[in-house]
């Protein structure tokens, strides 16, 4: 156990160093720069995101309004059996 323990430190220092090589000889790429087409095409992408994400909060407040109306059908349909169990309707 004392033996893994005294390692320990050593493996993190090795491997902190052989990262820290890797990252020198490997540096992030950097983006490269944007062309005039690119552009257009990124603020047209922009564009038709924008406006999936409108038809999608339709959608979705289309979709409120017929579960709302579903369950007011749902009640009415609830409130007639009662009504057809009693004999209310002749």
Not at 40 to 68: E, F, M, P, Y
Request: aromatic residues 2%.
């Amino acid at each position: 156990m004392r033996k893994i323990c005294s390692l320990f430190p050593i493996a993190t220092a090795l491997l902190l160093a052989g990262s820290g090589i890797l990252s020198a000889q490997n540096p992030a790429p950097t983006p490269p720069a944007l062309s005039l087409q690119s552009q257009t095409d990124l603020k047209t992408l922009n564009a038709l995101i924008a406006d999936v994400q409108a038809q999608q909060k339709t959608l979705s407040d289309n979709q409120a309004l017929i579960d709302q109306k579903i369950a007011a059908l749902a009640e009415t349909i609830r409130t007639a059996r009662l009504f057809t169990k009693r004999g209310g309707a002749k």
